[in-house]
């Protein structure tokens, strides 16, 4: 069967660094896309990646590897307002999205 | 631009009830879908369009119906509600196939059927 999974909950501290990895189980594969969602409001998009390999935004980092189904977004200088639920989704052979159900990243001072 | 809206804000149907859930985007674009979040699952595509007059039916679409009569509207009609359908429902638009390229979502409907 097709499958996300991505950690429930996570917690950092203000300024640090944190991953948030991702693993997926798609028939075939078109692309891994993470979306931000604060609580009580609609996703927004974050990143797309379908090569192997680091993309870099800002602060924001994604990482994908297609041999391992595994895919990382990584946060820099953390600030209280990413605190918010990360969701990963990947894109199968039919183009449909996979959605995972979110991991709720926790920023404490 | 106001991007994508959607109305109501909340409701609260009894079962059985029927309802309308608006969708509109003013971004022009062709690709359309309506999604339903519950509480710690991933968002399910329940019905998508790729420009007016073509709807399709996505993961989970039993109970459920649309519409696209324009590129702009793509409303969600419940009929017979049931308390299965308690959810968040997200609209959202994308100027070419979404499994590809970025979405971008309403607000949201927050629907409880009692």
């Known amino acids: 069967g097709q499958n996300i999974d991505q950690p429930t909950e996570m917690t950092a501290t203000e300024g640090a660094i944190v991953q948030i990895n991702c693993t997926y189980q798609?028939?075939?594969?078109?692309?891994l896309f993470w979306y931000q969602q604060h609580a009580g409001e609609a996703p927004t998009f974050l990143s797309y990646?379908?090569l192997d390999g680091l993309e870099e935004k800002g602060r924001f980092s994604s990482f994908l590897s297609r041999s391992k189904g595994y895919s990382y977004l990584l946060l820099k200088e953390l600030q209280m307002k990413d605190s918010a639920s990360y969701l990963c989704a990947a894109s199968d052979s039919n183009y449909q999205l996979i959605w995972g159900a979110g991991t709720k990243l926790i920023i404490k001072p | 631009n106001a991007g994508v809206t959607q109305t109501p804000k909340f409701r609260i149907l009894k079962i059985g009830q029927s309802m309308t859930l608006q969708c509109t985007q003013d971004m022009n674009h062709n690709y359309m879908y309506w999604y339903r979040q519950d509480p710690g699952m991933g968002l399910k595509l329940i019905y998508y369009s790729v420009g007016a007059g073509i709807t399709d039916k996505g993961e989970v679409p039993n109970g459920y119906n649309v519409s696209r009569s324009t590129t702009e509207d793509f409303p969600l009609r419940l009929e017979l509600a049931a308390p299965s359908q308690t959810s968040v429902y997200f609209c959202?638009?994308?100027?070419?196939?979404?499994?590809?390229?970025?979405?971008?979502f309403g607000p949201g409907t927050r629907l409880t059927v009692l």
């Open positions: 798609t028939s075939g594969f078109n692309g």
């Open positions: 959202a638009s994308s100027p070419r196939e979404a499994t590809y390229n970025e979405q971008f």
């Open positions: 990646n379908v």
